[in-house]
């Protein structure tokens, strides 16, 4: 994502509003500590009335830019196919004029896979309503769309991992689901680990060799992180 970085001179904002776009809930927070807001979405949630909601709720309280977690192809920085599990008017919507403030987007599990990083090659799977895949190479994030990649029997990888193929298949299979795809993309990604995160990571008895559970919160690192001028900086590929 061009212009990741805060340009030489100036000064990264010190106040994040960091949203996380869900299927069922958009969750945010100000910085890295606090209270997280919490209001439902759905597929009758489109960006205008997401974002009155969040103004309404974060009334009063101050921050100085805002990073969006965007459940949906992100290309430049920008919104570039509508939500799955969602209303539509999400592209093209000028979100910074919204917010009166700078905005920067990302893919949902790319902005928990950024939270979530540890260095060298990882490979990140957020497992909520669909299935969100992001890797990263040496401090470089690459948002993929492998979850809508065929898998098996005419199904992709969503079909099985997200939230309708886990009540489909049952949460026994579901697992069983889970530890085959980890191996395969793990293996075929030469990924270093594996961080399982979303909702339903929380169903998995046992994790796969090579991974780690993720924490949802994370995503609200990873929203800080992508303003930063040093430290954990991370360079998001389009």
Do not use: C
Request: charged letters at 25%; glycine letters at 18%; zero cysteines.
């Amino acid at each position: 994502m061009p212009g990741n970085r805060t340009a030489p001179g100036r000064r990264a904002p010190r106040r994040i509003l960091v949203i996380d776009v869900g299927g069922t809930h958009i969750k945010f927070r100000i910085d890295g500590r606090g209270r997280i807001f919490k209001f439902p979405s759905g597929p009758r949630l489109g960006p205008g009335r997401m974002t009155r909601k969040v103004l309404k709720r974060a009334q009063g309280l101050a921050y100085d830019a805002v990073s969006i977690g965007y459940p949906g192809l992100v290309f430049h920085g920008r919104i570039a196919g509508e939500p799955h599990n969602l209303g539509k008017g999400w592209m093209g919507f000028d979100f910074a004029a919204a917010f009166g403030k700078p905005v920067r987007i990302v893919n949902d599990a790319a902005m928990q896979a950024i939270g979530s990083y540890r260095g060298g090659r990882m490979l990140f799977l957020g497992l909520g309503t669909g299935l969100g895949a992001t890797l990263i190479i040496d401090g470089v994030v690459e948002p993929t769309e492998i979850g809508h990649m065929p898998y098996r029997k005419g199904r992709t990888f969503e079909d099985y991992l997200g939230e309708p193929g886990r009540r489909r298949l049952g949460t026994r299979k579901w697992r069983r689901a889970v530890l085959d795809v980890v191996a395969h993309l793990g293996g075929a990604l030469e990924a270093d680990y594996v961080v399982l995160g979303g909702g339903n990571a929380a169903r998995l008895k046992k994790l796969p060799p090579g991974a780690r559970r993720g924490d949802n919160r994370n995503a609200f690192i990873g929203g800080l992180r992508i303003w930063q001028q040093r430290g954990a900086v991370l360079r998001v590929r389009a």
